[in-house]
């Protein structure tokens, strides 16, 4: 497989390539990225081929879409595909007055969740100021789940998006300043129960299908098939397990990892093992076996990260080593795998 093959996004007149360029690292997610770091591994990327690049207000305080914007400011704008996000309007406070537990030294804003029409219009907005572009292919609702907002708020903010936020995607769809409009968030269920009320084109699902779990092969990804919606996949490596491997303070789904899922990757890890294969490479390659998966976009930080995911989506990986997983159970018979 090649991460710069192009893809077909769904049902759209888009085009991905099989690797995607995940840009929350580039809002010194957990650490500093220098600018002059920021700007050689976005045109790291752009060198060796690849074209679609996500983002969200979220990444940084808005800091990931001002680097990413001026990043790629030199390009022609028809040869790439750019997605962001809605949901999260930024309100400026004090400097010195922002703490975060993801974002390491972020600009002065702190984040105010709206879902509704004049808020989804706003950030749109906001968001072509900071990328400096005037359109934006692919545009999601950002994390209405309830790992974000817990039970209660989850349920407010969901309908709201639906009946309030879906009518500006709609609009900004109809008005061609979107070509894509969806949702992307951390559980399938949630973007199950959208694709089933709304007219989504796509969805971004983070750590919901992977090497690791494959429940949203239940009902969500048949459904997806049958409506020919794309997904992008994100957190292929469940926030860094299937990268680090069952290491002592391993992350699973942004936590420290508990011992079922630290012995269930033990045993993927020695299948892989058998095979001579990276458990990352296997990691990033699986994902993209399923028909309605044009691309995966795993966080990078450093053009040496960005090497690596190339050799890694790129390595062979033998039949076997799927059949091997398959045979102990380790990923489920309905799963399709890497011809």
């Not at 800091?63 to 790439?80: F, I, T, V």
């Not at 400096?132 to 349920?155: E, K, M, N, P």
């Amino acid at each position: 497989m090649k991460a710069t093959e192009k893809r077909k996004f769904g049902r759209t007149s888009l085009k991905v390539t099989a690797m995607g360029f995940g840009t929350a690292p580039l809002g010194n997610q957990f650490r500093r990225v220098p600018e002059e770091d920021a700007r050689a591994v976005v045109k790291g990327a752009w060198d060796a081929g690849l074209r679609y690049f996500d983002t969200a207000p979220m990444y940084g305080l808005g800091l990931a879409e001002h680097r990413l914007g001026e990043s790629l400011r030199s390009y022609p704008r028809d040869e790439y595909v750019l997605s962001t996000k809605v949901g999260r309007l930024l309100a400026p406070v004090p400097e010195g007055n922002v703490e975060s537990a993801f974002w390491i030294d972020p600009p002065p804003f702190e984040i105010v969740h709206d879902y509704t029409y004049d808020a989804v219009m706003r950030s749109f907005e906001d968001s072509l100021q900071r990328l400096g572009v005037s359109r934006v292919d692919i545009l999601f609702i950002h994390d209405i789940d309830v790992w974000t907002h817990g039970a209660t708020l989850q349920a407010e903010y969901f309908r709201t998006a639906m009946d309030s936020g879906y009518k500006a995607l709609e609009s900004l769809r109809s008005q061609g300043v979107v070509s894509a409009i969806g949702v992307g968030c951390n559980e399938w269920q949630v973007c199950e129960a959208a694709l089933r009320e709304r007219d989504f084109d796509c969805f971004l699902l983070a750590g919901r299908y992977t090497l690791l779990e494959q429940d949203s092969l239940d009902t969500f990804l048949p459904l997806c098939e049958e409506r020919n919606v794309a997904i992008v996949l994100g957190g292929g490596f469940n926030s860094g397990i299937l990268a680090t491997g069952p290491v002592e303070g391993a992350h699973y789904n942004y936590a420290e990892a508990e011992e079922p899922i630290l012995e269930r990757v033990r045993q993927i890890e020695a299948v892989c093992k058998q095979f001579d294969v990276p458990m990352k490479a296997a990691a990033l390659q699986f994902v993209l076996a399923h028909p309605a998966i044009p691309t995966n976009i795993p966080g990078t930080r450093t053009k040496v990260h960005l090497d690596e995911n190339f050799k890694l989506i790129e390595h062979p990986i033998p039949a076997e080593l799927w059949e091997e997983l398959r045979k102990q159970g380790l990923i489920r018979e309905n799963a399709p795998a890497p011809s």
